[in-house]
DNA sequence: AATGACAGAGACAGGTCTGTATCACTTGTA
DNA sequence: TACAAGTGATACAGACCTGTCTCTGTCATT
């Protein structure tokens, strides 16, 4: 069964994309209909509201972005510190990529600053998700305090990410790289 | 001639607070007309679109963030170090405060992600003016590479600052502070 | 061929938001 | 007292956005 790409999916595509790259709130439901080619009954016979939509764009986005641990760990068993560094270096990486525009869960935590927002909560548990599985990483790398470099790192890419997006043109990801890999060296000498 | 302020100041006061503990969409101009407590045509009298009231609003903040760095360099004059030290200080001070919701120039862009709006383009002048002063300062200090270092503290700044306001509960200034040090140290020795 | 699940097109209701317009009131100054 | 400028209150237009509804078409399975 398959003739190319189901309405569902190309709506989440659609909007993965559009909310991505041009924020949530800036972006209507009609604007990501008419992208998928799509009509009106069907996206809402497949996301109840626009917000199930939100949800559904936030926990594809954290897929892919523990997939990255994931393949730190694969890449480098049992040796934490070059799981760190490769982490640091795929970030800093995509940093330059034309596309590159931020963290989408920092995205949306700002763009819904209201705690009670459903799209606020998902956003925040994504990002805790995350840093917890870096500090996890820094524990066995034997840092002096993991939860602080895990901490300072989350700091510094959150920053990287949203100054990257910001100032495109002047952006110097080694900056970044930099930066990080001086915040892991002084929590391990 | 004094009653006790005039309707512009309520508007921007009021909007100042608003806009920066919510967010710019997510307040409207009737919220900032009632807690103002001003009439619509008194709004627009002074203010002729919403755009014009962000851009007073941005404007404000600027002064009172550029007053900062006036501050340090008058406390610690020809100490560059110091001043630096001062900034990184009173900004890890800051982030506890209550009220802290992150930088407002950080937000505006954020949620104006178009490079063509009035308001993205004003926050990113505010934060380039912002950097380049770090980085005068830094050159003063003979940091190694002073816009390199002034663009990791941004960033940094940048990364605490979503990080405080985003999760606060868990949020140690510490992190922020000691990283600051760290960057600041590994560009000076 | 028939049925049922899903898809496309688009009208429409109800809400919100920005900005305009009208009218009456207050207050300082001449 | 009289005038003018700024103010409050409120109605309204026009745009946009979310979500509902109806009607028609398609396609796979039986």
Redesign the pocket.
Known sequence: ?K?KE???ERILNVASELFYSEGIRAV????IIAES??????F???F????DLVVAFLEQRQIRSLSKVEEAKNLYPDEPVKQLHYLIRILSESIKHPNFRGCPFTNTLLEFPDAAHLGHQTALKCRVDHEGEIAKIARQAKARNPEALAAQLEMLYGGAIVDAYINKPTFDSHNFYDAAMVLVESQLT
């Open positions: 069964m003739k189901s309405a569902k209507g439901i009609d604007r080619e799509v009509a009106k009954a069907s809402y016979r497949n109840a509201t626009k917000d």
